[in-house]
């Protein structure tokens, strides 16, 4: 998930320029000692900055070492994703700790894909799946009540640890989160996207968190577990979807590789959904991979259509660029390979910087031909109507 960036004031208030300094000492650390150092003063200044709603500070401090000192900028912008979805409570005469958690389910469907309240006999099956394959057996889970799409994700870091106040509370209760879905956005319809079960994971201070972390777990074996075993109950609040659940995690690691799993999970769908809709085969159809360039590299877009109809789109994918990568990285030989992988062997990779265009009147991307052309996604008339892009 790229991290948010907004734009610089003009000038830098007090604790935005000591966040610079600090988070530009520890990236010039040399050692353990003095990286706690620097990171404890860090620590305390983010914390209190995001209890304060300081969002601004936190964002231009970030922004400015974005482009003057990128290594200090990764460690300012670990600190404060770490003091957003991370807490300390005591329970019981004992510290605690608390992790914010994302478990992503990529999915596709002709139809719309679910997104809303889960009720109470949806929440405890997941509850006792996630705790049995995901986390350690001292783990105490705690669930928000919705199935939340991106578009309704916390906007701000001191959201996040807003919400993650409210999930530890539910965690030390032992009941789950209800959410005031009032104000909360509309969910875009797209044919392929993500779903989010958020929740926290409280556990006693030193002890493991995940089962990976416990002697005898491993990653692969719990998200193999997780899968087999979860997906029976995420299939009622999935219906008429396919979908494929990802491995829980801390929340904005978890978020940042759905939306690197979702790119080509959706060409996989794009090709599905053409087979399923059209009846044509993958080697009957024909991909053209294009870049598109704003000021610099943004993204990827990929055409598809029968191989016959050279100036045709039938349907198209957006696939964005995320954290370091950019021309330099072999992107589109990551799209040839997922496509080649489907099953296609006509793919056509242009070398032109295409501009990033859009339609003037419904606001959907174009997607490339052949010829490198921009034009309008369309299905043939007799296809059912269907989102023209997939996320």
């Not at 469907?109 to 006999?121: F, K």
């Not at 199935?147 to 030390?172: I, N, V």
């Not at 009622?236 to 829980?248: E, F, R």
Request: aromatic content about 8%; glycine content about 8%.
């Amino acid at each position: 998930m790229k991290r948010t960036r907004f734009g610089a004031r003009d000038r830098l208030s007090r604790d935005a320029a000591e966040l610079q300094r600090l988070a530009i000492g520890l990236s010039e650390s040399g050692g353990r000692l003095e990286d706690s150092f620097w990171e404890g003063r860090l620590a305390e200044l983010v914390q209190g900055l995001i209890q304060s709603g300081a969002e601004d500070d936190l964002t231009t401090a970030m922004d400015r070492l974005f482009e003057s000192h990128p290594r200090a900028h990764d460690e300012l912008a670990n600190m404060v994703e770490s003091m957003a979805e991370t807490q300390s409570l005591e329970v019981g005469g004992q510290l605690h700790d608390l992790q914010l958690f994302a478990a992503p389910i990529l999915a596709w469907s002709r139809y719309a894909i679910p997104a809303g309240p889960l009720g109470a006999s949806s929440l405890e099956p997941l509850k006792v799946q996630l705790g049995a394959h995901v986390f350690a057996a001292q783990t105490r889970l705690a669930l928000v009540d919705y199935l939340f799409s991106p578009d309704q994700l916390p906007r701000s870091f001191c959201d996040t640890w807003q919400l993650t106040r409210s999930l530890g509370e539910q965690a030390l209760a032992g009941t789950d989160l209800h959410l005031d879905t009032r104000g909360l956005p509309e969910t875009n319809r797209f044919l392929s996207d993500v779903r989010y079960l958020i929740g926290v994971a409280l556990v006693p201070k030193g002890q493991p968190l995940f089962r990976w972390n416990e002697p005898d777990g491993s990653k692969d074996e719990a998200l193999t577990a997780w899968v087999k075993q979860g997906s029976p109950s995420l299939a009622p609040l999935l219906t008429g979807c396919a979908y494929q659940p990802l491995l829980a995690d801390a929340y904005h690691s978890a978020c940042r590789h759905a939306d690197r799993s979702s790119r080509p999970y959706a060409v996989k769908a794009s090709v599905a959904f053409l087979q399923t809709t059209l009846g044509l085969l993958p080697e009957e159809m024909r991909a053209v991979i294009a870049p598109c360039y704003d000021q610099r590299l943004e993204e990827y877009r990929i055409g598809l259509a029968p191989r016959d109809r050279d100036n045709a789109v039938f349907h198209g994918v957006v696939w964005a660029l995320l954290g370091a990568e950019d021309e330099h990285s072999d992107v589109a030989g990551q799209i040839d390979t997922t496509l080649r992988e489907c099953g296609l062997k006509d793919i056509v990779s242009l070398d032109h910087h295409l501009p990033m265009e859009f339609c003037d009147d419904c606001g959907a991307p174009f997607f490339p031909t052949p010829e490198g052309e921009l034009v309008h996604a369309e299905m043939p008339e007799q296809a059912d109507p269907m989102p023209q892009t997939l996320h």
